[in-house]
């Protein structure tokens, strides 16, 4: 009698290890990321694969395919067998902002399916340190007295950063001039050589920059003050509520994910992402670690993003550049 409970312990305690590893089967895992390397996407993706194959014994293999405002990538992943080997990293404007100014060959809304929300982030408004306006109303004045000259910077058309930008220059009548890139690093290369001169940017890329003292923040786009620059004041308090912005970043999939493929993937990324060493990488980063394997929630709450930036769509005239 020992020995067979003792047989059945081991055996419990392999299923309980194996348990995440099942989530895949037994072969690499690719985690695709539709932007360059360096971006919050990227990160975020890095310290998830470290604690994935931490956690299952796998090799996690992280792929940028960046282009198109993430559609290159998303085509990647739908073009993958719905197995779960195959999953993306992304943030939530890949379904609720690209597709209003890319026109796409699937449909975000339905084809691909949000597995995971790992953290949230909103954006902040930048500016090179050495550009000399210490806060928000100063900043403005300097735009104001080149009106129809300067421009912002954003990470891609169709984006928030994006958004945000000409929501600001049209509010406060700045006539500034849209300059996209292929993601925040070679945007931000262009806001510190002084080639645009201001950019909503995400929370991961700029803040370790605004520590460093090269860029200067002057506002940001959540409902409260980030914890990580507290001593920036929100874009409501500076008297512009409607350019209020807050996504989340996460893991998608295909829609054709089989249910308890799903539901066994969304067991190992909840038990890494909730991890204490990736909870803080991301929180040192500048993100807001909030774990959500509620798929139908995080469906409905980009539906409901997604109608909003079409309203904006709409009202500002947005194409593709």
């Not at 309980?16 to 360096?38: D, E």
Request: proline fraction near 7%.
């Amino acid at each position: 009698m020992k020995t067979t409970w003792k047989a059945m312990a081991l055996l419990l305690g392999c299923t309980l290890a194996c348990a995440s590893t099942w989530a895949w089967g037994r072969q690499p895992i690719k985690l695709i990321v539709p932007a360059p390397a360096g971006g919050t996407s990227d990160i975020v993706a890095r310290v998830l694969g470290q604690q994935l194959s931490s956690d299952t014994g796998q090799p996690v293999i992280v792929e940028n395919r960046a282009g198109a405002g993430g559609v290159i990538g998303m085509q990647a992943l739908l073009a993958a067998p719905a197995d779960g080997q195959t999953l993306l990293v992304g943030p939530s404007n890949l379904l609720a902002e690209i597709p209003h100014v890319i026109k796409m060959p699937f449909d975000p809304l339905k084809d691909v399916l949000p597995v995971a929300s790992l953290a949230r982030s909103g954006v902040v408004l930048v500016a090179a340190a050495g550009q000399g306006a210490q806060d928000f109303p100063t900043l403005l004045a300097q735009l104001k007295a080149r009106k129809g000259q300067t421009s912002f910077a954003s990470y891609s058309p169709g984006t928030v950063s994006h958004y945000a930008g000409l929501m600001l220059s049209d509010k406060a009548a700045l006539d500034m001039q849209h300059v996209a890139y292929s993601g925040s690093p070679p945007a931000l290369q262009a806001i510190l050589g002084g080639q645009v001169d201001v950019m909503f940017d995400g929370m991961l890329t700029a803040v370790p920059l605004v520590r460093a003292g090269k860029l200067k923040a002057y506002a940001f786009s959540g409902p409260q003050r980030s914890r990580h620059l507290p001593q920036v004041p929100t874009t409501t308090e500076l008297g512009y509520p409607d350019l209020q912005f807050k996504g989340w970043v996460g893991v998608m999939g295909s829609a054709r994910l089989p249910a308890d493929v799903l539901a066994r993937i969304q067991a190992a990324i909840d038990k890494a992402a909730r991890a204490p060493v990736v909870q803080q990488k991301l929180s040192d980063v500048g993100l807001e670690p909030e774990v959500v394997v509620d798929t139908p929630a995080l469906q409905r709450e980009t539906r409901a993003l997604s109608e909003r930036n079409a309203g904006i769509v709409k009202t500002y005239g947005i194409t593709l550049n």
